[in-house]
C-alpha cells in the first residue's frame, strides 16, 4: 500500500470518528425565543373635581365654605358648565361673597350663571341695600330736572295735583304741590319704548328709585292721584345729618304752605 492510499484511508477514518462523536452527543433542546418586553400603558387621570353644593341653597343664600365643596367626578359624565378644579382651581376662594341667584340642590354641581356676586346693573336686586325696595315711576324730561338726574343721584319727590276742596271754596282750580319724600336715591333712568306699526317709538320714561317699604307705598299711593316730579339734589347735600328734609318757607307771592300730617304741601290759585 503506497503513501497516498494511507493518507486516504486515514482521512476516512477520521471523518467517521467525528460523525460517530456528533450522532452520539444527546440532543439539546432549541433555545427558547425571547419575548418582548411588557409595557405597561400609562392611562390619564379619568376624574376630575367638580364644586357642589353640601345642602340646599335657596335664592339669596350668601355662600360660605360650609355650603360648597370639591368632589371626584368622572370626566366622562361631567356636566357641561360647571365649575371643576381642572380649570378654576382657586373657586372656593374666588365665590365667597356670591349669593344664589337660583336654587341650587344639596349635591348638585355649581354653574357660575346661577350665582351672582357684588353689584351687577343687568340685576338690580344687587343694587339694593339691606332693608331697602325698588318701585318704578312715570317721568318726563321737564320731570326729572331737564332729564339731568342719573343713577345714584339722590332727590326729593313732588307730587303735583289740583286740590278739588279748596277749588270748590274758590272757585277757581287750586293747584297743589306736595312733598311726598326727600332723599331718594335713584337706582335707574330708562326710556319706555313700545312698539308702533312695526316700529319702535318711545312713549315716555321711568325713574326707578330706592326706598323703604312705608316710603314706596306712600310714592305709589301719591303717583295715583297726581303727577310726580323728581327735583335733584346737590351732592353735597346727599346726607344730611338729621336725615329729615327741610320744609322750604312761603315766598310771598299768594301761595299758601300747608303741613297735614307731617306732609308738606304748597296751594296755589289759578
Request: a neutral charge; glycine letters at 8%; hydrophobic letters at 45%.
Amino acid at each position: 500500500m503506497n503513501k497516498a492510499q494511507i493518507a486516504v484511508l486515514g482521512v476516512a477514518v477520521l471523518a467517521g470518528g467525528a460523525a460517530f462523536m456528533i450522532m452520539s452527543r444527546p440532543a439539546q433542546a432549541p433555545a427558547p425565543a425571547r419575548l418582548p418586553a411588557v409595557v405597561t400603558p400609562i392611562i390619564p387621570t379619568m376624574t376630575d373635581q367638580v364644586l357642589v353644593a353640601k345642602r340646599d341653597l335657596p335664592y339669596g343664600t350668601g355662600l360660605t365654605d360650609a355650603d360648597i365643596e370639591w368632589v371626584d367626578w368622572p370626566r366622562s359624565t361631567i356636566p357641561k358648565g360647571v365649575i371643576t378644579k381642572g380649570e378654576a382651581p382657586r373657586a372656593l376662594e374666588d365665590l365667597k361673597g356670591s349669593f344664589v341667584r337660583a336654587p341650587i340642590g344639596a349635591a348638585e354641581p355649581i354653574r357660575r350663571e346661577r350665582l351672582v356676586k357684588g353689584a351687577t346693573p343687568s340685576m338690580m336686586s344687587t343694587l339694593l341695600s339691606s332693608g331697602k325696595r325698588a318701585i318704578a315711576i312715570d317721568v318726563s324730561i321737564n320731570s326729572t330736572a331737564g332729564g339731568f338726574i342719573l343713577p345714584n343721584d339722590r332727590v326729593d319727590i313732588l307730587k303735583l295735583y289740583r286740590d278739588p276742596e279748596l277749588t270748590k271754596d274758590r272757585g277757581a282750580d287750586v293747584m297743589a304741590s306736595e312733598l311726598v319724600v326727600s332723599n331718594v336715591r335713584v337706582l335707574a333712568m330708562g326710556q319706555t319704548v313700545e312698539t308702533k306699526n312695526g316700529e319702535a317709538v318711545v312713549t315716555g320714561a321711568t325713574a326707578t328709585l330706592e326706598l323703604d317699604p312705608r316710603q314706596a307705598e306712600i310714592v305709589l299711593l301719591a303717583q295715583r292721584s297726581g303727577s310726580l316730579a323728581l327735583e335733584l339734589r346737590p351732592l353735597v347735600d346727599a346726607h344730611p345729618s338729621d336725615g329729615t328734609a327741610a320744609v322750604a318757607e312761603s315766598p310771598g307771592d299768594g301761595s299758601l304752605t300747608i303741613v297735614r300730617y307731617g306732609v308738606t304741601t304748597s296751594l296755589r290759585a289759578r
